[in-house]
């Protein structure tokens, strides 16, 4: 707590110290010291009747003519009593059996005086009123004691016969005191040192309650600030004495712009120094407040528990305050889990994030492909994104999204670099090994917008709890790979329709053969690893994982079955093995490569009309019924031309062959760990075979 807003004590407790107790640490003035006869000039009975009353005096603090207090220096500063020297030794003897009490009073009302200071926290408040009050029973006892040496009742032997009983307790309460005051304890540490005094206390029953009493008082208001943050989600901890800490610094908007947001792991935090009689709950009791603290966040009102039997008033025996613990984690573990799953409706938006980033339902894509084709060809620097949103919005508006409730929630995204650049950024994910010559591949070929383009979705507390920026941007990493599969389709796709018009005009070659085969085993291939994605690695994690929502009890499970099913689709779908993914993605760029040569080598075989030849450089289907064959005389013309073009789809071919063939091994090697690739490399196997 800053030492601006604490309360400063009155300047009277440091100026006039005769009416604080502090008296006895001032320098002792001894010029009085001869106006008194020695004791020893007196005789023995009336030396104890002196004696007596010294001993009353001391016992509440106060000199008296022949029992003085002087500070005793050495490795630890006390205050010490003594008497005169000419007392008769029986008398002595007596004395000082009870100065131990009489130092142990001196120390607990200083510390009494210290600790009601407002710099020492609401448990040194609560321990000093309670050490107060004992004083003031001590006290009411001496005045009795008083009254009976008054009455010519009280011998120095019945004065040690009463004081007995008080002199272990007072002991053992001193013991306490001046390990706190040593090393200025406040908060929990003095509750563990109370209780652990207690349980070393065992044999006194009657030490041992006391001090129990002392910790039940200590505890009070320590209960008080668990009160009301395992019932509010409020830390009411002026003094900084609790063991759960607050960030303020993290807000919870940063779960949805920041990766690396911490503000669910980090916002509310364990200390140290927690009481051991907690030990067992502290996390249970930092869960507890923190959904409730989510819940007020939200405006929703929460019911703290009326019944008597719920308040923690007091830490027994019985462990009842962990019953009421247990309670309230139970209710807000339910109110919130009801409160994000009914209100906020949890699982619509998981499905609609799974319609849109998982490409569950693609007829939007298709729509979107087609329409914003122009813009997406375009480097990354100079695509409008406001011009792909209006696209995707139409696309949205025109297909079947447009049912879906959270579709106006759906955004567009332009990536500045490359999917293996991005994966090798995050560094918390866990990638096998790195890719230190990815730039060989990325190299080779232009970013476009299809190689960046993403989505992304807008997420409202309390939500983004669970879909945070983390999650989604571990979609959009799913999301970048499939739509560049789909992009490899459709001009694969492309290119297989220019070979079904050739067929039309029954040309036969060597270069027409052999393209519509490759081209078929490259569909092949890119259709499989689709098929893959979705069929095999997406849709059973994602029943999985619905199931598992179902039955969770808690938020935090809620975000642990999602985080693993993100996880765990990142692996499958090959992102987080980077020496597979650089091979796929080099079997893509081979398929792109040869989707754009196989125009040219139709168009130098046939008459095309500029026109007919679409932005992406595939051919009107329907268009092939104006194709007309070259003349014998173009033909050969052009015969230097068409060896060249056919010589660079044989070297596709080659190229093709040999990167699926150095790829199933791999496959088939890491199957053995990672069982999930067997299907796929039975595939890919396949495709060799066929070549």
Known sequence: MDSSTIASTPGWNLDRPFLTGRFHQLPMNSSDSGLEKPIGCYHTAIQELIIIDDLLSALVGI???????????????RIGFQVDASMDLTLQESAKRIFPLCESYLLINQFVESRSMSKNGLVNHAFAAALRALLLDYQAMVAQLEHQFRLGRLSVQGLWFYCQPMTGSMQALSIVIKKISAHNFVGSTVLNLLQSQAKAMAGDHVVRSLLEKMTQCANTAYLGILERWVYEGVIDDPYGEFFISENKALQKESLTQDYDAKYWQQRYGLKDDIPSFLATAAETILTTGKYLNVMRECGHNIQVPAAENSKLTSVGSNHHYLECVKAA??????????????????????????????????????HFMDIAREELTKKPDDISVEKLQSLLDLALRTTAAAADPCHEDLTCCVEKTTLLKRLNSLKD???????????????????????????????????SLVISRKALTKYQLIFRFLFHCKHVNRQLCAAWQVHQGVRRLDMQGIAIAVSSLLCRNMLKFINSLVHYLTFEVLEPNWHVMHNRLQTAKSIDEVIQYHEFFLEKCLRECLLLSPVLLKKVEKLKLLCLQYAAAIQRLITSSVDIPTTQIVSDGSVEIEKYKQLKLRSRSQTLKLAPENAALIESILKFEREFTSELQSLGPILSSSSRAEPYLTHLAQWILGVGKDQ
């Open 63 to 77: 000199e008296g003519r022949y029992i003085s207090i002087k500070r005793v220096r050495g490795k630890e500063d």
């Open 329 to 366: 984690y139970d209710y807000a573990s339910g109110e919130l889990l009801n409160l994000v799953k009914e209100k906020y409706d949890l699982m619509a938006k998981l499905r609609s994030i799974k319609h849109y980033l998982l490409l569950d339902q693609g007829d939007f894509l298709v």
């Open 429 to 463: 994910l866990e990638i096998s090994q790195t890719v230190s010559d990815s730039n060989e591949l990325e190299e080779q070929v232009t970013i476009t917008g299809l190689e960046t383009f993403s989505l992304s979705y807008k997420v409202q507390w309390p939500l």
